[in-house]
């Protein structure tokens, strides 16, 4: 277990887990590819953060996507929760982890100087029959419709124009995500973070 700092005790120092110190300063770090573990650690980061408080959680996301279905999964986890979720993209946002970026509270998802975003339609590696490859087909179709009407909701426009803009790779910096409507603002420090919402 990574450890951050050291619990002075009567008898004994005692070492404050990495994690109890995200959990007190309600931050969550997701820095991985989505995927059912990203799925079950959210959870339950939100859970406890949740038992003790509604106050504002802050979530720094730097991944490359992954799971379609575990993406959608935290977008509507972050939108149930009481708790306003505050997003800051560090790095790379793509694929899935657009939609955990949009479950931030909108006028709150901010991206630091050097970010990139990725928004493109799922793929799938499916292997079996034909009638199989074309329920999954059917599904990926689904999928992308979904996903687009999410992102056009968010950011202001509509699904088509998401598909649209999506047919190939669509990448944005910082300041043309802003322009686009997926942040609602580009950060340099930690101090133009919000306390309260």
């Not at 050291?6 to 404050?16: G, R």
């Not at 939108?79 to 657009?98: D, K, Q, R």
Request: charged share 25%.
């Amino acid at each position: 277990m990574i450890t951050l700092a050291k619990k002075e005790d009567k008898k004994e120092e005692k070492e404050v887990p990495f994690s109890e110190k995200l959990i007190k300063s309600r931050t969550i770090l997701l820095s991985k590819a989505v995927d059912d573990k990203m799925m079950e650690s959210v959870l339950a980061q939100l859970m406890v953060m949740e038992a003790d408080s509604t106050d504002p959680i802050t979530v720094y996301i730097n991944s490359p996507g992954g799971a379609a279905d575990v993406g959608f999964a935290i977008y509507d986890l972050f939108n149930f929760v009481e708790s306003p979720i505050i997003t800051v993209c560090s790095g790379i946002c793509a694929s899935a982890a657009i939609l955990i970026f949009l479950g931030g509270k909108k006028g709150h998802r901010y991206s630091l100087p050097n970010s990139r975003f990725l928004i493109h339609q799922p793929s799938t590696q499916a292997q079996g029959t034909a009638s199989d490859l074309q329920i999954t087909a059917q599904e990926i179709i689904k999928l992308r419709g979904r996903y687009n009407e999410i992102v056009g909701n968010e950011v202001g426009c509509t699904a088509k124009k998401v598909t649209e803009d999506s047919v190939r790779d669509f990448w944005l910096s910082p300041q043309e995500a802003k322009k686009y409507g997926l942040a609602s603002k580009v950060i340099k420090s930690k101090s133009e973070l919000p306390n309260k919402i």
